[in-house]
């Protein structure tokens, strides 16, 4: 059953030269802590608390805990079935690879692996998102 | 005559109330013809899907176009009811239609021979094309600007984008427009084909026209032009006039229209674009029919041609004008049927060529199910306190993008805990921004109207947002939590916008900065009313912050950032806190709180508190061109800054007379509606745009507009009328006007 649960993060902006470093230095951590590039300056890191994240190369970075966000884990064929009638925009082939766009025209930002999708989505919206994709 | 193919052992559906046998591959149409009757209530028979003379409810949906409609055991039809509309509330099931969307760079609608001999073009150009056509189940309902197709299925709706739509449509045929045309047993020269092929007999036949499509059909042709149909209930006779004037009468059953081509061009007339291109038929231009004189010209509407008379008599002398004036061609076949006599009615009138009117999706009638299909309404969202509010009886509503509480039964209870004792508000939807980096102040004295640098850390103020215009569009707060860190609050239903205009000038500027949103990180919880203070003691919060001040703390053993300022006019404490601690915050407030009068508060009594004080909701109170001086608000204004958003359009303004000003009025209770008209000397010079009768006061307080309509060189009137009651103009606040309740 499909289910929307909060997801420990930390939310990041910085320069985005700062924030390629901190970015850099995730690919030796476990591979369960994520870091979802939102834009040049910003990043969502899952799984993680905040002393886990340092931008020594910004000293005016925001870091922030993020208890505002929930995701929604499908595997392919759910993904099939329950989100792409929602979205109108061109899924990218890449994996993995973040997309970012309205699902059912709700916000939300769609990490994609080869094992599956991750639907983060604020947690104000996420019981209606749900609810729209489980009328699929 | 060919034997009738139904029999006892036929398939059947149900018409009328009876059932109604039918040969596999009839459609419902053909069927009910077959049987001797009409599938709707009378005019010209097309059985192509062009007119609108075969409608019916089917399976519990009105507007079904029976000929396109195959039989099947098990379906219902009956006829739309005579003079009434049919009932639109079709069966529940067929609301959650899906909808497959689809790309292609090219896409032929109609699969006559125009439409194949293109497919071969395109093909042996090494070109794909997706190919629709109503008879393979896919129906076109909407062409849209840039390559937009909505199609409509059996059992789902197809959104289709295209780098080009060729529209291969065909042509249709004219519909005949006399005395009588809406009698049941006229046919067009392709339905009396297409009713022979199915075995139907005709009767006593006759074809008026000499297009040539009713060549070979057994029936009488009659030379001259056609005066009239006469008829009771169905056909009888008609009467057709020689080139002489002479009128001749012949009796028949079925009248057959073969009175010449009309471009089936409803789907090309809904765009302009050069996405779209029509070929073949449907391209080629037809000639217009005589101009009408008598008899229904648009079977949809029931538009006569002397409504059309009305209309012309009236001046609107054009064709899209005539269309909304007479509302010809705006039923379900957007003009298929009378686009051709409208036209030829304004050329003779007119002496002009008439160009054809637009058409508006859809081009077949489409329940709300499927016209919905893939479209949701704005999502709300839920605050953190959402199901708590629920819990305690709240009646929700909707307000600036998110479900709030109105009230939990009792806004004037609320009201007096504000006042007397203590009360919480859940205050989550503010917007909420950190800014932060080595020019955030040189940033924010650009983006405010008010001085920044010399707000001490520790501190805030409260501040307008305004445009380039000098317009105001959001109100809130800064927070300084270090020499470059900032917290910034926003209005619920601004906080949205806010994110995008704080990045875009920070990038116009070159600025260094760094900016996050917050406003769905972080919950927020209003603690006001003259007991707040001791409720957070009691919870653990020793010194609260004095007025206008703010710190990390720690109420009730959970984290908040407490900020304290004022909009119900008594002392509060905003707590920040994170969204999954909320709910235990909020409660330990309400379970210290009880003996001292708690009471959670929704915005009914909330709005009524703030206007008590006089303080502006923007966006409520205030207009898209609302400027600090209208409202009275020049003390959050300075103008000696070097620099803000606004500032050349609010000293450019500033000596040009203005009527437009917001007034504060007390009246007689009860309080006049928002919106409610403002008089002056038998003169409408404004309007009150919120009200609310003051528990306290006795009387009712609003805020309203002063637009036009008075001296604005002299003083404010002192006295205007509402509601036919007299108004008296007065001053904000109307309660604690020295402001000590709110700072205690």
Redesign the interface.
């Known amino acids: 059953m499909l289910a929307a649960s909060?997801v420990p993060a930390v939310?990041v902006?910085?320069?985005p030269d700062a924030l390629d470093s901190f970015i850099s230095s995730m690919k030796a951590w476990p591979i369960t802590k994520t870091a979802l590039r939102l834009a040049p300056?910003?990043a969502l890191v899952l799984h993680v608390d905040t002393t886990d994240v340092s931008i020594p190369d910004?000293p005016?970075?925001?870091v922030?805990?993020?208890?505002?966000?929930s995701l929604i884990a499908l595997s392919w064929p759910e993904f099939e079935r329950h989100v792409r009638?929602?979205?109108?925009w061109?899924i990218p082939p890449d994996r993995p690879v973040l997309a970012q766009g309205m699902v059912?025209?709700?916000p939300a930002k769609l990490w994609m692996t080869t094992g599956g999708v991750r639907i983060v989505v604020?947690?104000?919206?996420a019981?209606?998102?749900l609810e729209?994709m489980l009328?699929? | 005559m060919a034997a009738n193919p139904v029999g006892p052992a036929s398939p059947r559906f149900i018409f009328e109330g009876a059932p109604q046998g039918f040969v596999p591959g009839d459609s419902v149409a053909i069927a009910i013809l077959r049987s001797g009757r009409e599938p709707g209530n009378g005019g010209a028979l097309c059985l192509t899907g062009d007119c609108g003379n075969c409608l019916g409810v089917v399976d519990g949906t009105a507007f079904v176009r029976t000929c396109q409609t195959s039989a099947r055991p098990g379906l219902v039809a009956d006829r739309h009811p005579v003079g009434v509309a049919p009932s639109m509330m079709g069966p529940a099931t067929v609301i959650?239609i899906?909808?497959?969307?689809e790309?292609h760079d090219v896409v032929i609608v109609g699969l006559g021979e125009a439409g194949l001999v293109e497919r071969d073009r395109l093909v042996a150009a090494g070109r794909t094309p997706r190919l629709l056509d109503a008879s393979g189940g896919e129906d076109v309902v909407s062409v849209y600007d840039d390559g937009f197709i909505v199609v409509r299925t059996d059992n789902a709706m197809v959104?289709i984008e295209a780098n080009e739509i060729v529209l291969a449509t065909g042509r249709a045929e004219l519909f005949p427009v006399c005395a009588g045309s809406t009698l049941p047993g006229v046919r067009t020269s392709g339905a009396a084909r297409r009713m022979v092929a199915a075995g139907i007999d005709l009767g006593r036949a006759v074809i008026v026209g000499s297009a040539g499509a009713a060549n070979g059909l057994a029936a009488t042709r009659l030379g001259g032009s056609l005066v009239r149909i006469e008829g009771s209930a169905r056909v009888e006779a008609v009467v057709v006039r020689d080139a002489f004037g002479n009128d001749t009468r012949v009796d028949c059953d079925t009248l057959i229209a073969d009175l010449g081509p009309a471009p089936r061009d409803v789907l090309a007339r809904m765009v302009d674009d050069g996405s779209v291109r029509v070929i073949g038929p449907a391209a080629e231009p037809c000639a217009l029919p005589v101009c009408p004189t008598s008899g229904i010209v648009c079977p949809c509407s029931g538009t006569t041609v002397e409504d059309l008379d009305g209309v012309w008599s009236r001046g609107f002398r054009e064709v899209e004008l005539m269309k909304r004036a007479s509302l010809a061609g705006t039923g379900t076949c957007q003009g298929a049927a009378c686009l051709p006599h409208l036209r030829a009615f304004v050329s003779a009138k007119s002496g002009e060529p008439a160009l054809p009117f637009t058409a508006r999706p859809a081009a077949r009638q489409l329940t709300m199910g499927e016209a919905g299909a893939?479209?949701?309404?704005?999502?709300?969202?839920?605050?953190?306190l959402d199901a708590e509010h629920r819990r305690l009886g709240a009646n929700m509503d909707r307000f600036g993008g998110?479900w709030r509480p109105w009230n939990y039964g009792d806004h004037v209870a609320e009201y007096w805990a504000v006042r007397e004792a203590v009360s919480i508000g859940d205050v989550s939807t503010l917007g909420k921004m950190?800014v932060?980096?080595?020019d955030s102040v040189e940033f924010l004295e650009r983006i405010y109207p008010t001085n920044v640098a010399d707000i001490k850390v520790g501190r805030s103020r409260y501040v307008l947002l305004l445009n380039e215009r000098g317009h105001l569009f959001d109100d809130g707060m800064i927070v300084r939590e270090g020499d470059?860190r900032f917290v910034l609050t926003f209005t619920s239903g601004g906080a949205g916008n806010a994110e995008m205009w704080m990045r875009d000038w920070a990038e116009t500027w070159g600025l260094?900065v760094?900016?996050?949103d917050?406003t769905?990180?972080?919950a927020a919880i209003n603690v006001t009313g003259p007991r707040a203070a001791e409720l957070l003691i009691r919870l653990g919060l020793e010194e609260p912050p004095k007025f206008l001040q703010h710190r990390h703390v720690t109420v009730a053993g959970i984290a908040c950032h407490a900020m304290r300022l004022s909009f119900t006019g008594e002392a509060s404490w905003e707590l920040h806190v994170?969204?999954?601690h909320a709910v235990a915050l909020w409660r330990a407030l309400m379970d210290a709180g009880r003996d001292l009068g708690i009471k959670p508060h929704g915005l009914q009594a909330l709005f009524g508190l703030r206007l008590e004080k006089g303080h502006v909701i923007v966006g409520m109170d205030t207009e898209m061109d609302t400027t600090p001086r209208r409202i009275d608000h020049d003390w959050a204004i300075k103008m000696n800054k070097p620099f803000f958003l606004g500032q050349e359009a609010l000293a450019r303004t500033a000596s040009l007379p203005d009527q437009r000003r917001m007034i504060a009025l007390t009246m007689e209770s009860p309080a006049p509606v928002e919106g409610a008209p403002i008089w002056l000397d038998h003169q409408l010079v404004g309007h009150v745009a919120t009200s609310f009768t003051s528990p306290l006061l006795g009387h009712a307080v609003m805020l309203g507009w002063l637009k036009r309509g008075w001296d604005a060189s002299g003083p404010i009137p002192t006295t205007v009328w509402v509601d036919g009651r007299a108004a008296t103009v007065s001053e904000t606040p109307f309660y604690d006007k020295e402001g000590g309740r709110a700072r205690r």
Not at chain 1, 64 to 69: N, T, V
Not at chain 2, 98 to 101: A, F, G, L, S
Not at chain 2, 374 to 381: E, K, P, S, T
């Open positions: 909060t939310r902006v910085a320069h300056d910003e910004d005016h970075a925001i922030e805990p993020e208890h505002g966000c009638p929602l979205v109108e061109a059912a025209f709700i604020a947690t104000p919206f019981d209606t998102l729209r009328a699929r | 959650d899906p909808v497959r969307r790309r959104h893939g479209v949701f309404f704005d999502a709300w969202r839920t605050t953190a998110w950190i932060t980096g080595p470059t260094d760094r900016i996050m917050r769905m990180s972080l994170r969204p999954d």
